[in-house]
């Protein structure tokens, strides 16, 4: 395993759709522990690969109850709306967002060997997904946050 660089703004990379992931060889498992320890890291609680300069659809995660890896991930069934708490990202630091997320959402993705599965994620894990996923299709927090401002010592 390896700790990759993460990509800041204005790499055109953070702007682009990533591509499918159709091979799940070696190379895959890889990209997903090195990104695993780069985000632990950081830290940060995700990583999608065009933040390791990888156009992949490719993202890890953790909000505290272990990684979870997930490849080629779609979202659907979004419900509820909700903004909190603010948002950043390693790869737009200093900076923050009020960003309205849906507070629940279904996730189907595929593991590192290509097998399928399924995540009703809420709240916090519901917001690290669609805010990774976001990634993969080129849109970053500040694209779409309601608010970016820099965090103060007085905690906002």
Known sequence: MAIRKIVKVPDPILKEKAKKVTKFNERLHKLLDDMAETMYDAPGVGLAAPQVGISKRVIVLDDGNGLIEAVNP???DREGEEISPPEGCLSI???LGDVRRARRVRVKALDRN???FEIEAE???ARIFQHEVDH???VLFTDIADRVFKPTEEGE
Do not use: R
Request: aromatic letters at 6%; zero cysteines; charged letters at 15%.
């Open 74 to 76: 779609e979202l659907s």
């Open 93 to 95: 630091p200093g900076l």
């Open 114 to 116: 290509g097998n399928p």
């Open 123 to 125: 709240g916090y894990l």
């Open 136 to 138: 993969l299709d080129g």
